[in-house]
């Protein structure tokens, strides 16, 4: 029977375009904060699970090995992880499974990103698609997703407008967050004058480049109600994937995300959540660009499909709106580590504690999901997270 699993802390860290410390010293800063708020010790950790992108993001092979003595893994088991930006929830997913079989009470999860140790991340990710017929034309992550979000625009009547509205309300969001990278005050009209990198995505509905570390702990059931007399609960997980050929996705418009559909359906049922809309009172999502924000909260549940130009133009998802989404920043405002955008895990999990300090939204957080984006541009993990 599977074990109930908390989350009993997070250990959090500025993100900054270039930090000046190792991998190892950003894993053992965040590692230190998740024990210290959590009042536990190294020695308390059965198993440390790592998740970050790529090794050519950090420039080292086998960055994980580096993290492990810094991270509380010093000849305990260890794992790593890589699904590149979905790695932000596919890894507290592994972590879950840990707890959840019941081979360990306690499992500290590290996701890390070290951006700029490669000369170009563009370059880092055109490897990834086939050598053959798609490399040599230079697609990299921008391209692509321009041709998604042509899609999406089209396919549901939406605007550059409404895109440049999450940039806005992200960089502002981002404001009261004192670990962001790239926290400002814009309007409609700056984002939409900002340079054009692959029409319509322009250079302000992009995340920024980012150094930066995350660390969550993950607890049994037993020992959750030791530590904590009101814990939050991983009550729900999925995930879905499309073909990793992109020439040969099986969702031929590219503007409907079926994967990202799958994995929120997954984790929802798990969760026994019937009505998103009714029953999410938070919402941190996947916004590496603005239209993603808009694509995961229609395949989250969190408005209706072809709804989210809607739910923006309305305030719906704004900090003091009815369902606020990414009350951080988001990776638009607080930065794009890859892997390390678990932070979105972790600003879920301070909402519901009512511990998100200026980010802390208005109303009551019972219920919180989040997701991440990533493989080979066609994979979605899922989580909710809650109070009983």
């Given at each position: 029977?599977?074990?109930?699993?908390?989350?009993?802390?997070?250990?959090?860290?500025?993100?900054?375009?270039?930090?000046?410390?190792?991998?190892?010293?950003?894993?053992?800063?965040?590692?230190?904060?998740?024990?210290?708020?959590?009042?536990?010790?190294?020695?308390?950790?059965?198993?440390?699970?790592?998740?970050?992108?790529?090794?050519a993001f950090c420039g080292i092979n086998n960055?994980?090995?580096?993290?492990?003595?810094?991270?509380?893994?010093?000849?305990?088991?260890?794992?790593?992880?890589?699904?590149?930006?979905?790695?932000?929830?596919?890894?507290?997913?592994?972590?879950?499974?840990?707890?959840?079989?019941?081979?360990?009470?306690?499992?500290?999860?590290?996701?890390?990103?070290?951006?700029?140790?490669?000369?170009?991340?563009?370059?880092?990710?055109?490897?990834?698609?086939?050598?053959?017929?798609?490399?040599?034309?230079?697609?990299?992550?921008?391209?692509?997703?321009?041709?998604?979000?042509?899609?999406?625009?089209?396919?549901?009547?939406?605007?550059?407008?409404?895109?440049?509205?999450?940039?806005?309300?992200?960089?502002?969001?981002?404001?009261?967050?004192?670990?962001?990278?790239?926290?400002?005050?814009?309007?409609?009209?700056?984002?939409?004058?900002?340079?054009?990198?692959?029409?319509?995505?322009?250079?302000?509905?992009?995340?920024?480049?980012?150094?930066?570390?995350?660390?969550?702990?993950?607890?049994?059931?037993?020992?959750?109600?030791?530590?904590?007399?009101?814990?939050?609960?991983?009550?729900?997980?999925?995930?879905?994937?499309?073909?990793?050929?992109?020439?040969?996705?099986?969702?031929?418009?590219?503007?409907?995300?079926?994967?990202?559909?799958?994995?929120?359906?997954?984790?929802?049922?798990?969760?026994?959540?019937?009505?998103?809309?009714?029953?999410?009172?938070?919402?941190?999502?996947?916004?590496?660009?603005?239209?993603?924000?808009?694509?995961?909260?229609e395949a989250m549940g969190l408005c209706p499909?072809?709804?989210?130009?809607?739910?923006?133009?309305?305030?719906?998802?704004?900090?003091?709106?009815?369902?606020?989404?990414?009350?951080?920043?988001?990776?638009?405002?607080?930065?794009?580590?890859?892997?390390?955008?678990?932070?979105?895990?972790?600003?879920?999990?301070?909402?519901?504690?009512?511990?998100?300090?200026?980010?802390?939204?208005?109303?009551?957080?019972?219920?919180?999901?989040?997701?991440?984006?990533?493989?080979?541009?066609?994979?979605?993990?899922?989580?909710?997270i809650g109070r009983d």
């Amino acid at each position: 029977m599977r074990k109930r699993v908390a989350i009993v802390g997070v250990g959090m860290q500025k993100f900054e375009f270039r930090k000046e410390e190792t991998v190892e010293e950003m894993v053992f800063d965040v590692t230190r904060d998740a024990l210290e708020r959590s009042r536990l010790s190294k020695d308390d950790i059965d198993a440390v699970v790592f998740g970050s992108a790529v090794d050519a993001f950090c420039g080292i092979n086998n960055s994980d090995k580096v993290a492990i003595e810094a991270s509380a893994g010093l000849l305990k088991p260890t794992m790593r992880n890589s699904t590149s930006g979905s790695t932000a929830i596919s890894t507290p997913i592994l972590g879950y499974t840990h707890v959840a079989s019941g081979m360990c009470d306690l499992v500290m999860v590290v996701c890390f990103e070290k951006m700029s140790e490669n000369e170009s991340a563009q370059a880092v990710f055109n490897t990834a698609y086939d050598e053959a017929f798609v490399r040599p034309i230079g697609l990299n992550v921008p391209i692509q997703c321009a041709l998604e979000a042509r899609e999406y625009l089209h396919r549901y009547g939406l605007t550059e407008r409404q895109m440049a509205k999450v940039s806005v309300k992200n960089r502002g969001n981002a404001l009261s967050n004192p670990y962001a990278q790239l926290p400002m005050k814009l309007t409609v009209d700056d984002v939409l004058a900002s340079p054009c990198l692959s029409w319509p995505v322009k250079l302000m509905d992009t995340a920024p480049v980012t150094d930066g570390a995350r660390a969550v702990i993950l607890a049994s059931e037993d020992v959750a109600k030791e530590l904590d007399d009101d814990p939050v609960w991983i009550k729900g997980v999925g995930r879905g994937a499309d073909s990793v050929w992109f020439m040969g996705r099986s969702n031929n418009a590219l503007g409907r995300l079926d994967y990202a559909y799958l994995a929120a359906e997954q984790a929802y049922e798990m969760a026994g959540i019937r009505n998103p809309m009714a029953e999410i009172d938070y919402a941190e999502v996947y916004d590496p660009f603005t239209y993603k924000e808009m694509q995961h909260c229609e395949a989250m549940g969190l408005c209706p499909e072809g709804g989210a130009g809607r739910m923006i133009d309305d305030g719906i998802s704004l900090k003091e709106g009815s369902l606020p989404v990414n009350a951080s920043g988001g990776l638009q405002g607080e930065g794009n580590p890859i892997g390390a955008g678990m932070s979105r895990l972790c600003w879920c999990y301070l909402q519901v504690k009512g511990q998100a300090g200026a980010c802390q939204v208005p109303k009551d957080v019972n219920n919180a999901v989040t997701n991440g984006w990533g493989g080979m541009y066609q994979y979605n993990a899922a989580m909710v997270i809650g109070r009983d």
